[in-house]
């Protein structure tokens, strides 16, 4: 991406953002995949939070209505769980070579990101690759809806219960099956947060995912970002990288 001015947290009418200078840079054009992450794997030995701790959180519909105020109702800590079995014990990735790959904490994200030349995007390079050619604010809705169709892989239907599906997928989506934003980066919102750079104790995903709904966090736009322990893998985070110089995996 070329150097230039990002609108830093637009969020619709009476958040217009700050203007903030970004120098060039590029970015993967998808989410890091399970393909990508197992070359890694296989070339540098990685094991995973995950796969360290024998366990990762994973997202699990409950079966009746609960309240929203307890995220514990659909979240489970669960032995087995880790990138090579994204659903748990029993799971594996057949089929799911170009998935996102998630139950990755940050330190796995950014030892994948320094393996492959780069590093995790800052929050501003992050925001500039969502926003494209963005200069004026923008309907927040806009960003994973149009004309009401989705147009990103989130939340259809009464979350946590069911998703519908009516965007196509319910759960995770391979990369590149939305259209991509008008600098062809694809799924900037929705499908899986996305880990940025940052040395704190508690992390920053940005972008939201799959579980993002109308009726409950609706995180699906650029501004989005959610405070996320760094030493957490969830089966709804993944991430991408960015560079200082073009590669054969990235978009300009």
């Given at each position: 991406?070329?150097?230039?001015?990002?609108?830093?947290?637009?969020?619709?009418?009476?958040?217009?953002?700050?203007?903030?200078?970004?120098?060039?840079?590029?970015?993967?054009?998808?989410?890091v995949t399970n393909r990508q992450f197992a070359d890694f794997v296989a070339a540098t030995g990685h094991v995973t939070r995950a796969e360290r701790d024998g366990a990762s959180a994973l997202f699990v519909s409950p079966t009746e209505r609960v309240s929203l105020n307890d995220a514990s109702r659909w979240w489970r800590f669960v032995k087995g769980a880790d990138w090579r079995h994204p659903e748990g014990?029993?799971?594996?990735?057949?089929?799911?070579?170009?998935?996102?790959?998630?139950?990755?904490?940050?330190?796995?994200?950014?030892?994948?990101?320094?393996?492959?030349?780069?590093?995790?995007?800052?929050?501003?390079?992050?925001?500039?690759?969502?926003?494209?050619?963005?200069?004026?604010?923008?309907?927040?809705?806009?960003?994973?809806?149009?004309?009401?169709?989705?147009?990103?892989?989130?939340?259809?239907?009464?979350?946590?219960?069911?998703?519908?599906?009516?965007?196509?997928?319910?759960?995770?989506?391979?990369?590149?099956?939305?259209?991509?934003?008008?600098?062809?980066?694809?799924?900037?919102?929705?499908?899986?947060?996305?880990?940025?750079?940052?040395?704190?104790?508690?992390?920053?995903?940005?972008?939201?995912?799959?579980?993002?709904?109308?009726?409950?966090?609706?995180?699906?736009?650029?501004?989005?970002?959610?405070?996320?322990?760094?030493?957490?893998?969830?089966?709804?985070?993944?991430?991408?990288?960015?560079?200082?110089?073009?590669?054969?995996?990235?978009?300009?």
């Amino acid at each position: 991406m070329a150097a230039g001015t990002v609108l830093l947290g637009e969020d619709g009418p009476g958040r217009s953002g700050e203007a903030t200078r970004v120098d060039a840079f590029w970015i993967d054009a998808h989410e890091v995949t399970n393909r990508q992450f197992a070359d890694f794997v296989a070339a540098t030995g990685h094991v995973t939070r995950a796969e360290r701790d024998g366990a990762s959180a994973l997202f699990v519909s409950p079966t009746e209505r609960v309240s929203l105020n307890d995220a514990s109702r659909w979240w489970r800590f669960v032995k087995g769980a880790d990138w090579r079995h994204p659903e748990g014990p029993g799971s594996d990735l057949a089929g799911k070579a170009d998935v996102p790959v998630v139950h990755v904490d940050r330190d796995d994200a950014a030892a994948y990101a320094r393996w492959a030349g780069g590093t995790l995007p800052s929050s501003a390079q992050w925001e500039h690759a969502a926003r494209g050619a963005q200069h004026a604010g923008r309907d927040p809705l806009s960003w994973a809806f149009k004309n009401g169709k989705p147009r990103a892989n989130v939340w259809e239907g009464v979350f946590p219960i069911r998703d519908t599906g009516d965007d196509g997928y319910a759960g995770i989506a391979p990369v590149g099956c939305f259209e991509p934003n008008d600098l062809g980066i694809y799924d900037m919102v929705g499908n899986v947060w996305e880990w940025v750079a940052g040395n704190a104790a508690m992390g920053l995903v940005k972008g939201g995912s799959f579980l993002c709904a109308m009726n409950y966090c609706a995180n699906f736009r650029p501004a989005a970002y959610q405070a996320q322990e760094r030493d957490l893998p969830t089966s709804h985070i993944g991430f991408r990288v960015v560079y200082t110089k073009p590669t054969d995996e990235v978009r300009s």
